[in-house]
């Protein structure tokens, strides 16, 4: 089988792992390494709600654009982190609350955070949390992940 090209943007195991490690804000760190292992877009990820999490099933449920719902596989380390970030904040409702609780974790803050990780991290270039979900697409096709599962893990419409 050819090996794969890497995704435009996307971020080597090492990069990812030195990112995330730069990350000192819990919620923040959970957050952005729960859009690498699942390929979420940043808008996804924030706003995503308690209920959205099947522990059992080890699932999360997504809505994305044009509020389509997709189900992707949450692996276990990543599962593990959400509960115990549940449990230091409780909030009945968002899994990323604000400082407040009152309403998700802004884009704004989330995406200043991982600029800080960025360049903490010492990773060149212009890299935008973007960067983790072309990450996770490209370690599926590493892994011989066919392109149309890929395709709908993603949420995407088209193949292209």
Known sequence: MPRQKRLPHSLA???IRRL???IRQPIHRVCLSLMYACGLRISEAITLEVCAVDRAGRMLRIIGKGNKERRVPLPQPVLDELSHLWR???NPRWLFPNRRGDAP??????RHSFAA?????G???KVTPHALR???ATRLMENGVDIRVVQILLGHASIT
């Open 123 to 125: 990773i060149r270039g």
């Open 105 to 110: 974790l802004d884009d704004r803050v989330l």
């Open 134 to 136: 072309h990450s996770y």
């Open 117 to 121: 990780a960025v360049a903490a991290s």
């Open 88 to 90: 230091t904040h409780h």
């Open 13 to 15: 195991d090492e990069q």
């Open 20 to 22: 995330l490690g730069a």
